[in-house]
């Protein structure tokens, strides 16, 4: 499939928002699907990830309970809702998917990537 995510932008700590990550093609309803963040200087980060069902999440333990993944299958899109944005969160955000149904925090577990879409958040 291919990937692309939006909804990135400047935000004050304490706000939220949601990305997106809008999928082609007509397999994506059996991916598993994550989203993966990167600060300049920094490794490739695990945020989170959703089943192909959607039943079952995974999170990193630094955003438990402030991020929530999400998916529409009849939409092709994924989400991520992110509140309490803290300037640590400040990254490129990129969303992966996984053919094999892999949601884990491996990124080379997944197969196919979207571009990054930057979130900034200020103190």
């Known amino acids: 499939v291919q990937l692309q995510a939006s909804g990135g932008g400047l935000v004050q700590a304490g706000g939220s928002l949601r990305l997106s990550c809008a999928a082609s093609g007509r397999t994506f309803s059996s991916y598993a699907m994550g989203w993966f963040r990167q600060a300049p200087g920094k490794e490739r980060q695990f945020i989170a990830a959703i089943s192909w069902s959607g039943l079952r999440t995974n999170y990193v333990d630094s955003v438990k309970g402030r991020f929530t993944i999400s998916r529409d299958n009849a939409k092709n899109t994924v989400y991520l809702q992110m509140n309490s944005l803290k300037p640590e969160d400040t990254a490129a955000y990129y969303c992966?998917?996984?053919?094999?149904?892999?949601?884990?925090?491996?990124?080379?577990?997944?197969?196919?990537w979207g571009q990054g879409t930057l979130v900034t958040v200020s103190s």
């Open positions: 992966a998917g996984s053919a094999r149904g892999y949601y884990g925090s491996t990124a080379n577990q997944y197969d196919d």
